[in-house]
Nanobody, 124 residues
Framework: QVQLVESGGGLVQAGGSLRLSCAAS????????MGWFRQVPGKERKFVAA????????FDADSVKGRFTISVDNAKNTVYLQMNSLKPEDTAAYYC?????????????????WGQGTQVTVSS
Protein backbone atom coordinates (compact mmCIF):
# COMPACT_ATOMS: atom_id res chain seq x y z
CA GLN A 1 0.00 0.00 0.00
CA VAL A 2 1.47 3.30 -1.06
CA GLN A 3 1.95 5.94 1.63
CA LEU A 4 1.50 9.61 0.81
CA VAL A 5 3.19 11.99 3.24
CA GLU A 6 2.24 15.64 3.06
CA SER A 7 4.07 18.71 4.28
CA GLY A 8 4.12 22.46 3.81
CA GLY A 9 0.93 23.61 5.45
CA GLY A 10 0.81 26.46 7.91
CA LEU A 11 -0.53 29.87 8.76
CA VAL A 12 -0.19 32.62 6.20
CA GLN A 13 -1.65 36.06 5.67
CA ALA A 14 -4.02 36.77 2.82
CA GLY A 15 -2.07 37.39 -0.36
CA GLY A 16 0.76 35.15 0.73
CA SER A 17 2.03 31.89 -0.69
CA LEU A 18 2.62 28.33 0.40
CA ARG A 19 3.88 25.24 -1.34
CA LEU A 20 2.51 21.87 -0.34
CA SER A 21 4.46 18.69 -0.99
CA CYS A 22 3.27 15.11 -1.18
CA ALA A 23 5.91 12.39 -1.21
CA ALA A 24 4.97 8.86 -2.21
CA SER A 25 6.62 5.87 -0.59
CA UNK A 26 7.07 4.11 -3.90
CA UNK A 27 7.21 4.94 -7.55
CA UNK A 28 3.64 5.57 -8.54
CA UNK A 29 3.41 8.65 -10.70
CA UNK A 30 4.38 6.74 -13.82
CA UNK A 31 0.96 5.11 -13.90
CA UNK A 32 -1.28 7.19 -11.63
CA UNK A 33 -2.62 10.66 -11.85
CA MET A 34 -2.17 12.75 -8.73
CA GLY A 35 -4.22 15.50 -7.23
CA TRP A 36 -5.21 17.64 -4.30
CA PHE A 37 -8.50 18.00 -2.48
CA ARG A 38 -9.43 20.23 0.41
CA GLN A 39 -11.97 20.06 3.19
CA VAL A 40 -13.30 22.40 5.84
CA PRO A 41 -15.17 21.25 8.95
CA GLY A 42 -18.75 20.28 8.21
CA LYS A 43 -18.24 20.35 4.44
CA GLU A 44 -17.55 17.75 1.79
CA ARG A 45 -14.04 17.19 0.52
CA LYS A 46 -13.67 19.10 -2.73
CA PHE A 47 -11.41 18.85 -5.75
CA VAL A 48 -8.65 21.41 -6.09
CA ALA A 49 -6.28 20.26 -8.82
CA ALA A 50 -5.02 17.18 -10.65
CA UNK A 51 -2.17 16.26 -12.93
CA UNK A 52 -1.62 13.33 -15.25
CA UNK A 53 1.24 10.97 -14.51
CA UNK A 54 3.26 12.44 -17.34
CA UNK A 55 2.63 16.00 -16.23
CA UNK A 56 1.32 16.76 -19.68
CA UNK A 57 -2.11 17.87 -18.50
CA UNK A 58 -3.35 19.69 -15.44
CA PHE A 59 -6.83 20.46 -14.19
CA ASP A 60 -7.77 23.14 -11.70
CA ALA A 61 -10.94 23.99 -9.87
CA ASP A 62 -12.40 27.31 -10.92
CA SER A 63 -11.94 28.65 -7.41
CA VAL A 64 -8.15 28.32 -7.61
CA LYS A 65 -7.47 28.78 -11.31
CA GLY A 66 -4.71 31.28 -11.92
CA ARG A 67 -3.53 31.12 -8.31
CA PHE A 68 -2.63 27.48 -7.66
CA THR A 69 -0.28 25.34 -9.73
CA ILE A 70 0.09 21.59 -9.46
CA SER A 71 3.29 19.92 -10.59
CA VAL A 72 5.11 16.62 -10.22
CA ASP A 73 8.70 15.54 -9.92
CA ASN A 74 8.64 11.90 -10.93
CA ALA A 75 12.29 11.39 -10.03
CA LYS A 76 11.42 12.28 -6.43
CA ASN A 77 7.96 10.66 -6.42
CA THR A 78 6.63 13.99 -5.24
CA VAL A 79 3.69 16.14 -6.23
CA TYR A 80 3.47 19.81 -5.32
CA LEU A 81 0.77 22.41 -4.99
CA GLN A 82 2.07 25.95 -5.29
CA MET A 83 -0.51 28.29 -3.78
CA ASN A 84 -0.23 32.00 -4.47
CA SER A 85 -2.48 34.94 -3.69
CA LEU A 86 -4.06 32.99 -0.87
CA LYS A 87 -7.47 34.03 0.37
CA PRO A 88 -9.20 33.32 3.68
CA GLU A 89 -11.62 31.05 1.84
CA ASP A 90 -8.67 28.82 0.93
CA THR A 91 -8.43 27.85 4.60
CA ALA A 92 -8.87 24.08 4.77
CA ALA A 93 -7.19 20.78 5.35
CA TYR A 94 -5.48 19.82 2.12
CA TYR A 95 -5.22 16.18 1.10
CA CYS A 96 -2.95 14.67 -1.49
CA UNK A 97 -4.57 11.95 -3.57
CA UNK A 98 -3.53 9.22 -5.95
CA UNK A 99 -6.00 8.27 -8.64
CA UNK A 100 -6.62 4.82 -9.98
CA UNK A 101 -4.90 3.97 -13.26
CA UNK A 102 -6.92 4.98 -16.25
CA UNK A 103 -8.73 7.76 -14.42
CA UNK A 104 -10.03 10.55 -16.60
CA UNK A 105 -12.52 12.17 -14.24
CA UNK A 106 -10.83 13.31 -11.04
CA UNK A 107 -13.57 12.66 -8.57
CA UNK A 108 -13.52 11.31 -5.04
CA UNK A 109 -14.59 7.84 -6.12
CA UNK A 110 -11.49 7.50 -8.30
CA UNK A 111 -9.03 8.03 -5.44
CA UNK A 112 -7.18 4.93 -4.24
CA UNK A 113 -4.79 6.53 -1.73
CA TRP A 114 -4.87 9.62 0.48
CA GLY A 115 -2.30 11.68 2.27
CA GLN A 116 -2.77 12.41 5.94
CA GLY A 117 -3.82 15.99 5.37
CA THR A 118 -2.05 19.25 6.07
CA GLN A 119 -3.75 22.34 7.44
CA VAL A 120 -3.62 25.62 5.58
CA THR A 121 -4.94 28.65 7.43
CA VAL A 122 -5.14 32.02 5.72
CA SER A 123 -5.71 35.01 7.95
CA SER A 124 -7.26 38.27 6.84
Amino acid sequence: QVQLVESGGGLVQAGGSLRLSCAASERTFSSHGMGWFRQVPGKERKFVAAITWSGSSTFDADSVKGRFTISVDNAKNTVYLQMNSLKPEDTAAYYCARFMPGTYYYTLDRVDAWGQGTQVTVSS
